[in-house]
């Protein structure tokens, strides 16, 4: 039943919790009629091996088979871990519990020494469990914004067909509105924007969006199928609506980042009636085009500094697109050692999103769907955005349009910025360079995107 319910494991607390009800009734129900200790193992390995075959139609790295690589790894520590521990181990509590009672119902006793540690064994699991249940059920919370008044909350709203978790912060609730959108699919920026970017809450409400799949979206997943540019697409343009609604705004500024900036424009140019301005951040323009380059320099830097096994994965995969995201995995995981450049400088360092993965606002089951949501959610979707061309596609947007570009961007990316750019008509356009920055700059030069968000509400305001 869990395996058709929550395929890749429970997406909120309620969930989880009722995933541990429901697996320590069901490991009571097997020890007790099982009549044996014999079920403390029995009872989990048979559910993981049905739950494996139930879900054998989800597609995604936390429940296809195990691969022993970097993404493999993050897929299996935050999916099928947690999952474990949230399932296997009340599971084996129950059962114990249960053959103790039908042991003591027949009568049945051990000799005194095997009978009490029996008993302290299973009491200190089950006290495990207690405590595992605690620290799930405990949300993630945001503290006020400084100086008190304004909004700050962590709010579920339900758009489009779907449940996302969204992160509203403000020191005036009477201030601009800034919708944010992460970069990646199953994106989740909210640790960022907490650590490096509290100065636009000075300025803006600023709702960081969690993209459906990721973080506090996690629950909002299935079905797959309908996991689309599209959909996204008319996610944004409804998170949009919501804002402008709740907030008795015309228009809602929007800032959009890598991946999430094409899904940010496509809202824009559907629906510009809603949007006072346009952020891109990393601008994301052409992934065909992009990745053939970066395949390339990756070959190439491989090949120059002796990286023997990354060329001969690199020459088996052959040119993107790919049909998955294990294909990209070596592209991905190389691309800080292709392009390096110093961090030193910066708020936020090489490590980019995972330094901020330890706030409050993410619970301790949202830090794990903040990893896992990413690799599920990229290995579905990204292939699925190998059509967009916006330089085909979008040749005008009815807004003014800002791009922040770090300097130390990969090359490709800014000369496909660039194109479009020379081919895009719109009320302004104009692109600032982040001196110190790569794909990052709002988060590695904070202070510096902050002044030039000011900028941009001064100018469209």
Not at 6 to 14: E, F, N, V
Not at 68 to 82: D, E, H, K, N, S
């Amino acid at each position: 039943m869990e395996g058709l319910w929550t395929p890749r494991g429970p997406g909120s607390a309620l969930q989880a919790l009722a995933c541990m009800g429901v697996s320590l009734a069901a490991g009571w129900i097997a020890g007790f009629y099982g009549r044996s200790r014999w079920y403390i193992l029995l009872a989990p390995v048979t559910f993981w091996v049905v739950l494996e075959v139930v879900r054998a139609g989800a597609q995604g790295p936390s429940v296809d088979a195990v691969r022993f690589t970097t993404f493999g790894m993050l897929a299996l520590v935050t999916g099928r871990l947690p999952y474990a521990v949230l399932t296997l181990l009340p599971m084996a509590v129950g059962a114990a519990f249960g053959a103790g009672a039908a042991r003591r119902r027949a009568g049945v006793r051990a000799a005194r020494l095997p009978r009490y540690a029996g008993r302290a064994v299973t009491v200190l699991s089950a006290v495990v469990v207690a405590g595992v249940a605690v620290v799930v059920a405990l949300p993630g919370r945001t503290a006020p914004v400084a100086g008190g008044g304004g909004v700050a909350e962590l709010a579920g709203v339900s758009v489009n067909g779907h449940r996302f978790g969204v992160m509203i912060r403000g020191a005036d609730a009477a201030a601009p509105v800034l919708l944010y959108v992460p970069g990646p699919p199953g994106g989740s920026e909210i640790g960022a924007m907490r650590r490096h970017l509290a100065g636009l809450e000075q300025r803006f409400v600023v709702a960081t969006w969690d993209r459906r799949g990721g973080g506090k979206s996690f629950a909002a997943f299935e079905p797959t199928a309908t996991l689309t540019t599209e959909d996204e697409v008319r996610s944004t343009v409804a998170m949009a609506e919501y804002l402008r609604e709740r907030f008795r705004r015309d228009r809602v500024y929007l800032a959009a980042h890598s991946g999430g900036s094409m899904v940010g424009v496509l809202a824009v140019q559907r629906r510009p009636e809603l949007f006072a301005a346009y952020i891109g951040i990393g601008q994301a323009v052409a992934p065909p085009a992009a990745d053939a380059a970066q395949y390339q320099d990756t070959l190439a830097w491989a090949r120059a500094t002796g990286k023997a096994e990354l060329a001969r994965r690199l020459v088996e995969l052959g040119p993107p697109p790919y049909g998955d995201g294990y294909s990209y995995e070596p592209m991905l995981t190389s691309e800080p050692k292709v392009y390096a450049y110093d961090h030193g400088p910066n708020s936020e360092g090489a490590g980019g999103f995972a330094e901020s993965l330890g706030v409050p606002e993410y619970s301790l089951l949202d830090q794990a769907h903040v990893i896992g949501g990413l690799v599920d959610a990229y290995d579905l979707l990204y292939p699925r955005m190998q059509g967009i061309d916006l330089r085909r596609q979008v040749n005008r947007l009815d807004v003014p349009v800002y791009f922040a570009v770090g300097a130390h961007e990969v090359p490709v990316r800014v000369r496909l910025l660039s194109e479009w750019s020379d081919l895009l008509q719109a009320p302004h356009k104009e692109t600032v360079t982040f001196a110190t920055s790569g794909h990052r700059p709002q988060f590695e030069q904070p202070a510096e995107f902050v002044r030039f968000a000011e900028r941009v509400l001064a100018e469209t305001s």
